[in-house]
């Protein structure tokens, strides 16, 4: 009689997450409950901040729990959905009795504890070079065996924990009865911190003992880090990898070692130097900023998060230390090859050429990190997963910058001529930032580093140096230009003077280009996709500081805060140069000449040019949009011949908030997965078929996601912009008109999207005309539709639903003409996967209007609590539908592989 067929084993994955969800469920509930409760002041004698700092710690401990219990598989919504329930959690709080009311102070220290947790989460999570990534999985499996040993956890949990209510509970509620203990009501702040910290430190003593022994199992079992099988070393390619043959992981042969390197090659003076450093600069700067804001406070709410604040500013730098010290350690074991990193023991010279050897000297397994490091490919969908992640964090800094400049200065015409004023380096650093002279270079020198490094090098440095050379004497003459217009007008206006501000930043977005396709052909995504937050954090901190220092109170003290603006801009530019530059030094050291790989040189250029109108018609319509939305701020006045011109001299700025707004999920989705894409389509354009399906695969995605955050903007189109907008100087009168224009721009995000894949498409295979010709077309129609639109009612909205009807009919005349490089671009699996999404939308939308039937005041908290729903029913109705109809889509946009047969 045989035996019953063996049961699969569960995946480590799913085995180890089993007690951080548990934890995380009982947490959650406890801290639900007790935030419910009828009362829970803590203030002790006249003082707020334990309360507020019960806020943060508990709120930032949800964002860890939830981030290790894997409920979520993108690190980055984790944070954004504990964001979202903060809101909510103090919307329903109103529901525990009559003396309840919504508190933003406890939301704001509460989103302060989940910045700290994110920052954590930033220095943990598996990014960066391939040791580091290993090290860091080595960590995370490490932990997750500790946890999942139900003794330690549990002592891990309840030791700290009684620890805490008997060192700080105890003494506060003896304070109110007890004439000896009414010091603990009076400093009840340090005694709070100082329990927090006597707790924590219980807890590590509890953890070191079964991390080691855990460590000393994981060098004796090598296991996969992803099921917990044994691995044979023996079985390691010519890379050092090893693949799981239970789950068909690919790891490292030597991630199952510490990653450390010795005193001489990076000592531990140099690392405690550096790291203070670091926490220093960072720290300070997030507190003077800080105090910088809570001047303009009332002050007992700027006492109320004083202290959260300083938390969250230490964190943030001890996260910025431990994130570059890792990095500079990461890059010497890679720099090291076949040195052992533990000792220096020198293994190059080994008898044995296996990818793995054993240092004799310390027993360590060694491997050559650089070879890894080379070899170390995945998917696209990997890739766009990083660009979003990353381009997420962006595009929210520049919701914060542009929340910013409304409460400051409203949709003001000075602030109209600023936005105008940047429209110009604006629209270079998205079509060579994000699009056409990357898109020219990227292939040419992919396909040069494969064949011969030393002539991609050579192209490289030409091409920055030519490109310097080209764009230094074009902002040259432009600003000769500006200089002579300004001249022959009588009362030009401060547009132009602040357009010579901005300029020069211009070609030092080309530069950033350059270095940008660089470090993607050498599989490196972030720090390209992290460059604008620079731009962001400067133009924010100059506004605030320029607030600060010169005040609204004059004319004169708003031009100067707007200048400050626009130098920020240039500074920006420079610091965005360095880090690409930095970033790149690992893999390459590259110069700036102007000779070198000449005719390649000249063919990237050759197909530059095209590229330049074709990838970016949706930004030339945005250029165009702003020359007509911003006539009155250039010109002086709305005489146009005898007409009065029908737009107002705030119309650039309420254009240029709602086109922020509608960008987010564009920049985070649709760019992202174009930027990803991108390199593999050129690697895969002499392969019809792979190609065909590598096309078929971005649309879907962009599309899946695309589609439902079209029309899911526009039905929060005023929540939203009330809840990033309104408040200050900016009125609910100014929500409405932003929010209208919104309705436009959000009606196409979805083609917008497709668009970028399939330029790109046409771009892989050499093919750059075809984009051309419909892009001129394009834009003669954009152009004629603004200046017929703008005399309707519509106003400045009609600029917008003129670009979305161009986009819609520059979409349909590219797919019919892709069909030349791509077999059936979308074929049956595409419409169907297109009909899902579309059904699953509808039934999205069915769910927020009801959301929004629900009465609420027109208040902005009340905007928030809409928004916040909004926001949480239409991710679980478009992710659990999808989950329910089986669409690999929601898989690919986590950052999973798709199958053989694309699914």
């Known amino acids: 009689m045989s035996s019953p067929p063996r049961k699969p084993r569960s995946t480590h994955l799913a085995q180890v997450a089993r007690p951080w969800r548990l934890l995380f469920l009982v947490y959650f509930v406890l801290l639900t409950i007790g935030t419910h409760l009828p009362s829970t002041d803590l203030t ?464 030092l977005v080309c530069v950033v280009a350059i270095l940008g396709a660089m470090l993607q052909v050498h599989g490196r995504f972030g720090p390209t996709a992290a460059a604008p937050i620079v731009l962001n954090a400067t133009i924010t901190a100059a506004a605030i500081i320029g607030y600060t220092v010169f005040g609204l109170e004059s004319s004169d003290s708003r031009l100067m805060l707007v200048e400050a603006m626009s130098i920020a801009v240039v500074l920006a530019g420079l610091i965005q140069v360095a880090w690409s530059w930095i970033a790149l030094r690992s893999h390459e050291k590259i110069g700036i000449r102007l000779s070198g790989a000449r005719d390649h040189v000249r063919e990237m250029f050759r197909k530059a040019g095209p590229m330049i109108l074709g990838l970016g018609v949706l930004q030339v319509n945005t250029l165009i949009d702003g020359l007509i939305a911003s006539y009155a701020n250039y010109r002086g006045s709305r005489q146009f011949f005898d007409l009065t011109w029908p737009l107002d001299e705030h119309a650039m700025a309420v254009l240029n908030f709602a086109q922020r707004l509608y960008q987010f999920p564009l920049g985070v989705f649709g760019i992202a997965v174009a930027t990803a894409i991108y390199p593999m389509l050129s690697r895969l354009a002499d392969d019809r078929p792979a190609f065909s399906d590598m096309v078929r695969r971005g649309l879907r995605l962009v599309f899946f996601i695309g589609f439902p955050a079209s029309l899911g903007l526009m039905i929060v189109a005023r929540p939203l912009t009330a809840t990033i907008l309104q408040g200050g100087a900016f009125s609910s009168s100014d929500t409405g008109r932003v929010a209208f224009v919104l309705l436009g721009y959000a009606s196409c995000v979805w083609a917008y999207s497709m668009i970028q894949v399939v330029t790109r498409a046409f771009y892989a295979k050499g093919d750059t005309m075809t984009p051309v010709r419909i892009a001129i077309s394009v834009v003669v129609l954009n152009l004629v539709l603004n200046l017929v639109l703008i005399w309707t009612p519509l106003r400045e909205a009609g600029l917008a639903w003129s670009t979305a009807i161009c986009a819609t009919l520059q979409l349909t005349i590219l797919l019919r003409y892709l069909r030349r490089h791509v077999d059936l671009p979308l074929d049956r699996s595409t419409r169907v996967s297109f009909m899902k999404t579309v059904a699953l939308t509808l039934v999205m939308v069915v769910a927020l209007e009801g959301v929004m039937l629900m009465p609420f005041e027109w208040y902005w908290i009340q905007y928030v609590q809409q928004l916040a729903t909004l926001v949480l029913v239409g991710t679980l109705v478009i992710a659990g539908g999808a989950k329910l109809l089986g669409m690999p889509e929601l898989r690919w946009a986590l950052g999973g592989r798709a199958s053989p047969n694309g699914g």
């Open 44 to 507: 002790g004698q006249g003082s707020v901040l334990p309360d507020k700092l019960i806020h943060f710690f508990a709120f930032g401990i949800l964002t860890l729990l939830l981030w290790r219990s894997r409920l979520i598989p993108l690190a980055w919504l984790v944070p954004a959905a504990v964001s979202v329930w903060i809101p909510i959690d103090e919307w329903t709080q109103q529901l525990a009795g009559p003396g309840r009311v919504i508190a933003l102070d406890d939301m704001i220290a509460g989103w302060m504890g989940v910045a700290t947790a994110t920052s954590l989460i930033f220095v943990l999570s598996p990014w960066g070079s391939t040791p580091l990534r290993a090290s860091r999985r080595r960590f995370h499996y490490l932990m997750d065996q500790v946890v999942a040993d139900r003794r330690v956890g549990l002592r891990l949990i309840f030791i700290p924990s009684i620890a805490f209510l008997i060192l700080f509970f105890v003494p506060w509620t003896l304070a109110e009865y007890w004439p000896p203990m009414a010091w603990a009501g009076t400093y009840v702040q340090s005694l709070f911190l100082g329990c927090l910290a006597v707790t924590v430190s219980i807890g590590l003593l509890l953890l070191t003992a079964p991390f080691r022994a855990a460590a000393t199992r994981l060098r004796e079992e090598t296991p996969c880090l992803d099921c917990g099988e044994p691995l044979s070393l023996d079985t390691a390619d010519e890379h050092g990898g090893v693949t799981c043959p239970t789950c068909s992981s690919y790891g490292w042969g030597a991630q199952w070692e510490p990653l450390v390197t010795p005193p001489t090659v990076l000592s531990i003076t140099p690392r405690f130097i550096l790291g203070l450093a670091c926490f220093l600069v960072v720290a300070v700067g997030w507190i003077s900023l800080g105090e910088l804001i809570l001047q303009s406070t009332p002050p007992t709410f700027a006492k109320t998060i004083e202290l959260p604040l300083f938390l969250l500013g230490a964190a943030i730098g001890a996260a910025a230390a431990t994130a570059i010290i890792a990095g500079l350690t990461s890059r010497k074991v890679t720099r090291m090859g076949w040195t052992c990193p533990a000792c220096t023991f020198d293994l190059s010279g080994a008898p044995s050429q296996a990818a793995l050897r054993r240092c004799p000297e310390c027993t360590r397994m060694v491997m050559d990190w650089q070879n890894a490091q080379r070899a170390d490919e995945v998917h696209f969908e990997r890739h766009a997963r990083t660009v979003m992640s990353i381009t997420a964090v962006s595009r929210v800094t520049g919701l914060a910058r542009e929340a910013v400049l409304s409460r400051i200065l409203g949709t003001d015409a000075l602030l109209s001529s600023y936005y105008f004023a940047f429209l110009v380096p604006n629209l270079f650093r998205r079509l060579f930032g994000e699009g056409a002279l990357a898109a020219a270079f990227l292939p040419t020198y992919e396909k040069l580093n494969r064949e011969d490094p030393v002539i991609a090098r050579q192209l490289a440095s030409a091409t920055m140096g030519i490109v310097l050379v080209i764009t230094g004497v074009l902002v040259a003459i432009a600003e000769l230009i500006v200089v002579a217009i300004s001249a022959m007008m009588t009362d030009p206006g401060p547009a132009l003077w602040l357009l010579m501000i901005m300029l020069p930043y211009a070609p």
